[in-house]
């Protein structure tokens, strides 16, 4: 069986109701990016950034999959399908796609401030309503990955798309780093779709669907 790796960006759930960043004019719900969602806007407000994710949370709950969700998830029927995504909500595993492998973080998640390898999956019921907020005795922070923090699941990323049959990015401006030099490990000869309504410019010999994720893919289900 053959491995069908897909990177998905925001346009893939752009379609769900969740609005891409740069939809939103570089601000999230009207708070500065850097307020929000970095390591020394945490330090300065904690309680703020867990409101924040909070409500993204709530927004995240009333949003569904969408057709491509599930047209990546039926693909698994004919492929050994791995997706990396740079989303941080969970509407690929929603969906039903078994192998998701999260670059930035799950929104979904909290993570103990005093052991990065300890997580705690959030439901509505444990939200984490405060800075004070205890799990298991730990303080946590978001599951996220902040502006300036490493990206720790980048190499076995790269390790998917060099082992790639076919290799699908779906819904990114590929101006996103480390994630958009995923397309860089690819080896020589290995066919590449780029699903996006607004493409940047990629190599010569790149397959270029210019349309939303879900078109995009019924498209490239009759292709493959």
Same mark, same amino acid.
């Given at each position: 069986?053959?491995? %069908?790796?897909?990177?998905?960006?925001?346009?893939?759930?752009?379609?769900?109701?969740?609005?891409?960043?740069? !939809? $939103?004019?570089? =601000?999230?719900?009207?708070?500065?990016?850097?307020?929000? $969602?970095?390591?020394?806007? +945490?330090?300065? /407000?904690? $309680?703020?950034?867990? #409101? +924040?994710?909070?409500?993204?949370?709530?927004?995240?709950?009333?949003?569904?999959?969408?057709?491509?969700?599930?047209?990546?998830?039926?693909?698994?029927?004919? @492929? &050994?399908?791995?997706?990396?995504?740079?989303?941080? &909500? !969970? =509407?690929?595993?929603?969906?039903?796609?078994?192998?998701?492998?999260?670059? #930035?973080?799950?929104?979904?998640?909290?993570?103990?401030? /005093? &052991?990065?390898?300890?997580?705690?999956? =959030?439901?509505?019921?444990?939200?984490?309503?405060?800075?004070?907020? *205890? @799990? !298991?005795?730990?303080?946590?922070?978001? #599951?996220?990955?902040?502006?300036?923090?490493?990206?720790?699941?980048?190499?076995?990323?790269?390790? *998917?798309?060099?082992?790639?049959?076919? +290799?699908?990015?779906?819904?990114?401006? %590929?101006?996103?780093?480390?994630?958009?030099? *995923? %397309? #860089?490990?690819?080896?020589?000869?290995?066919?590449?779709?780029?699903?996006?309504?607004?493409?940047?410019?990629?190599?010569?010999?790149?397959?270029?669907?210019?349309?939303?994720?879900?078109?995009?893919?019924?498209?490239?289900? /009759?292709?493959?």
């Amino acid at each position: 069986m053959k491995k %069908l790796v897909i990177s998905t960006g925001a346009g893939m759930s752009a379609e769900s109701g969740i609005s891409t960043f740069r !939809d $939103a004019g570089g =601000l999230w719900e009207q708070y500065p990016v850097m307020q929000v $969602a970095s390591a020394e806007g +945490f330090a300065a /407000d904690p $309680a703020l950034v867990h #409101h +924040f994710y909070n409500e993204r949370r709530k927004q995240l709950i009333s949003c569904v999959p969408n057709e491509g969700h599930r047209i990546i998830a039926e693909l698994e029927k004919r @492929f &050994d399908v791995y997706v990396i995504t740079q989303n941080v &909500d !969970d =509407l690929h595993e929603r969906a039903g796609s078994s192998k998701v492998l999260h670059l #930035h973080g799950e929104l979904m998640k909290a993570r103990a401030m /005093d &052991d990065e390898n300890l997580t705690f999956r =959030l439901t509505p019921e444990s939200y984490v309503t405060s800075v004070e907020s *205890l @799990f !298991d005795g730990h303080r946590v922070r978001p #599951h996220i990955v902040f502006f300036g923090e490493a990206v720790p699941n980048f190499e076995p990323a790269t390790e *998917l798309a060099a082992q790639a049959d076919i +290799f699908v990015i779906i819904g990114t401006s %590929l101006a996103v780093y480390p994630a958009a030099s *995923l %397309l #860089h490990y690819v080896r020589r000869g290995v066919p590449v779709y780029y699903i996006d309504p607004n493409p940047a410019e990629v190599p010569a010999g790149v397959t270029v669907l210019r349309c939303g994720a879900s078109e995009g893919l019924r498209r490239l289900a /009759d292709m493959i």
